[in-house]
């Protein structure tokens, strides 16, 4: 089975600044993911996200919704079309009229199952915070007080056990800190705490 996309274009240059509401996003959110470990993936990799497009873009409160949204909705269509993940979601924003940014950050989260690159910095973020975020949250549930104490070396050692987490990509990872320029360690330090504020479904 092949994800790949087969086109590079997304969206309507026209649409540039059209959003959904945070209440249109939830619906579809809701409506469309009913497993609550995705759930609360998405939600953790939109916070993500919101705290780097405001913390290190500086982005005021439409932009940090813009790359928030992206995270959010990014593996919208995974738990019910998985044959279709990310293709279902990308038509259903481009016939919302969605600004081609966020749709492209989307289709671009796994450039070598999507054939998309991260182009932008928001592709870029996204396709960093996915895996990363993945092994940190399970690494959370394996230890006894969750996120509290947990540092960057208890991570790395993680990263290292091929066994741990087997189903997340370490080579992805790698790729997606060096295309967007940021240390692993940064990463993890910056996603640790942010990333403990989120850890049910609302
Ligand atoms: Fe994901």
Same mark, same amino acid.
Request: aromatic residues 8%; contains cysteine.
């Given at each position: 089975m092949s994800l790949h996309l087969g086109r590079n274009e997304f969206g309507d !240059? $026209?649409?540039?600044?059209n959003v959904l509401t945070r209440d249109e996003a939830l619906q579809l959110f809701h409506s469309w993911v009913l497993n609550p470990k995705l759930q609360v993936h998405m939600q953790q990799v939109g916070h993500l996200m919101k705290c780097w497009a405001a913390?290190?873009?500086?982005?005021?409160e439409t932009g940090q919704w813009k790359w928030e949204m992206a995270g959010l909705l990014h593996? $919208?269509?995974?738990?019910?079309?998985p044959d279709l993940h990310c293709k279902k979601i990308i038509e259903e924003l481009e016939q919302r009229n969605i600004d081609p940014e966020i749709i492209r950050a989307i289709a671009s989260h796994g450039h070598l199952h999507f054939g998309v690159e991260p182009v932008s910095q928001m592709d870029k973020m996204l396709y960093a915070f996915d895996e990363l975020s993945g092994l940190i949250h399970a690494y959370s549930l394996m230890r !006894?007080? &969750?996120?509290? &104490?947990?540092d960057v070396k208890g991570v790395k050692k993680r990263l290292k056990e091929?066994?741990? $987490? $087997?189903?997340?990509s370490r080579d992805d990872i790698q790729d997606a800190c060096e295309r967007a320029g940021i240390a692993l360690d940064d990463l993890i330090a910056f996603i640790i705490p942010r990333q403990a504020t989120v850890i049910s479904v609302s």
């Amino acid at each position: 089975m092949s994800l790949h996309l087969g086109r590079n274009e997304f969206g309507d !240059p $026209a649409n540039k600044g059209n959003v959904l509401t945070r209440d249109e996003a939830l619906q579809l959110f809701h409506s469309w993911v009913l497993n609550p470990k995705l759930q609360v993936h998405m939600q953790q990799v939109g916070h993500l996200m919101k705290c780097w497009a405001a913390e290190k873009e500086n982005l005021d409160e439409t932009g940090q919704w813009k790359w928030e949204m992206a995270g959010l909705l990014h593996d $919208a269509d995974w738990d019910q079309w998985p044959d279709l993940h990310c293709k279902k979601i990308i038509e259903e924003l481009e016939q919302r009229n969605i600004d081609p940014e966020i749709i492209r950050a989307i289709a671009s989260h796994g450039h070598l199952h999507f054939g998309v690159e991260p182009v932008s910095q928001m592709d870029k973020m996204l396709y960093a915070f996915d895996e990363l975020s993945g092994l940190i949250h399970a690494y959370s549930l394996m230890r !006894p007080g &969750g996120y509290e &104490g947990m540092d960057v070396k208890g991570v790395k050692k993680r990263l290292k056990e091929k066994s741990f $987490a $087997a189903n997340v990509s370490r080579d992805d990872i790698q790729d997606a800190c060096e295309r967007a320029g940021i240390a692993l360690d940064d990463l993890i330090a910056f996603i640790i705490p942010r990333q403990a504020t989120v850890i049910s479904v609302s």
